[in-house]
């Protein structure tokens, strides 16, 4: 059996793909009291223990909030922490995936959606860390595949982490009774965490490289919350429910949608965020009409 180390193992993404994977794989989901990985020396040594063929790096700092107020902490633990990794890798020829982000290009001014090929310009502490770590990464080893991810989303499941997202914050807005904003302005790529955590692992099978990965969709958040409401049977409560934030992002839209047609090559493929959502909610049967 092939192993893989997951870094930053208990968090949404990786608590997901653990159970998902655990019995075809030998893996090792780490979290941070058992790795953390700002700290060099542990770094290696589990990656000298454990010997994995491969290691998926998700251990992150993602809350650009949080970033942008802890700038030191956020780069110790987003760039160096990545860089601590990417060593361990090449001394114990380990294969690295590192999961970057949509949030790279969040300064670009025009708009997207971007491909590999587009220079990227993050205004984020968050931004320009997964930046400067893809860079870094990229100096120490060949062996590196660097994935760029859309917003994912999901719902909250027994005793996995759960991370910020369209649909679990709709809902949670919902259950407290607050109006939910979203502006027509805004676009990005949104990704049901396991269609991403299906798709990821036919990565290890690609040319080395850096890719954009995810859902594509041409909605606007506004779009994206009103699919939601009325894919869960709220259509009489949308007026009620949902506000079109007409002032955010009017002058600037936001748009930090990628591209995805240099994985499509390589027959990774998505279903668009709307199909994704639908689906989503069928799974969960969360349509209470
Ligand atoms: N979710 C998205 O939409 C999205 C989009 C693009 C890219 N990504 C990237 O995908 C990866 C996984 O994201 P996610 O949504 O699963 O985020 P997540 O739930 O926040 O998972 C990240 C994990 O890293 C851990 N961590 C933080 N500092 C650490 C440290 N010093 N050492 C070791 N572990 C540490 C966190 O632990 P604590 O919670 O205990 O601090 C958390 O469990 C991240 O690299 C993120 O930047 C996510």
Known sequence: MKKILLTGGLGFFCSRFFERYKNEYEILAVGKDELNITDKEKVFEVIENFKPNYVIHAAAIAVTDFCN???EIARKINVEGAVNVAKACKKYNSKLLFISTEQVFNGNKELGPYSEEDIPIPNTVYGQNKLEAEKLLKDILDELWIVRFTWLFGLSDRNKGIASNIL????????????????PYEFRGMTYVYDMIENIIKVFNI?????????TNDMSRYDVVKHILSEMGLEERIDKILVKDEQKYKDAPRDVRLSTEKIKKYGIEFLTTKEAISKCIKEYKLNFK
């Open 69 to 71: 107020k802890n700038p």
């Open 168 to 183: 679990w914050d709709t809902i949670t807005s919902i259950i407290k009774g607050e109006k939910i904003y979203a502006s």
């Open 207 to 215: 040319p080395y490289g850096t890719y954009h990965i995810g859902s």
